[in-house]
């Protein structure tokens, strides 16, 4: 069984940092893709940021300039470091991995972390 298990959200100023972290644990042969998504009240979850195995990233729109995707793939695990933070960025953040073991290949998510950005 496979988990992806977020942290780093809380609670920022406007203009503050946070660096989220998604571990993936479990029976894992080869994780392909990684990415983060974000869901604000009442809106459709979208897109943040992907990045592939060989390390190719892309970033929508909302995050360019900001945010910063990346893996270490020795720990199984994704960062996303988000500077300049707006009130805008505020949303449940969520971890997304394409994942292959011996026998199957599948699509997880984690549980979500909560980033909040208010003064």
């Known amino acids: 069984q496979v988990q992806l298990v977020e942290s780093g959200g809380g609670l920022v100023q406007p203009g503050g940092s946070l660096r989220l972290s998604c571990a993936a644990s479990g029976s894992i042969f080869s994780i392909y893709a990684m990415g983060w998504y974000r869901q604000a009240p009442g809106k459709e979850r979208e897109l943040v940021a992907t990045?592939?195995?060989?390390?190719?990233?892309n970033y929508a729109d909302s995050g360019k300039g900001r945010f910063t995707i990346s893996r270490d793939n020795a720990k199984n695990t994704v960062y996303l470091q988000m500077n300049s933070l707006k009130p805008e960025d505020t949303a449940v953040y969520y971890c997304?991995?394409?994942?292959?073991?011996?026998?199957?290949?599948?699509?997880?998510w984690g549980q979500g972390t909560r980033v909040t950005v208010s003064s």
């Open positions: 997304n991995a394409d994942i292959g073991g011996l026998d199957y290949r599948s699509d997880y």
């Open positions: 990045i592939t195995a060989n390390g190719r990233t």
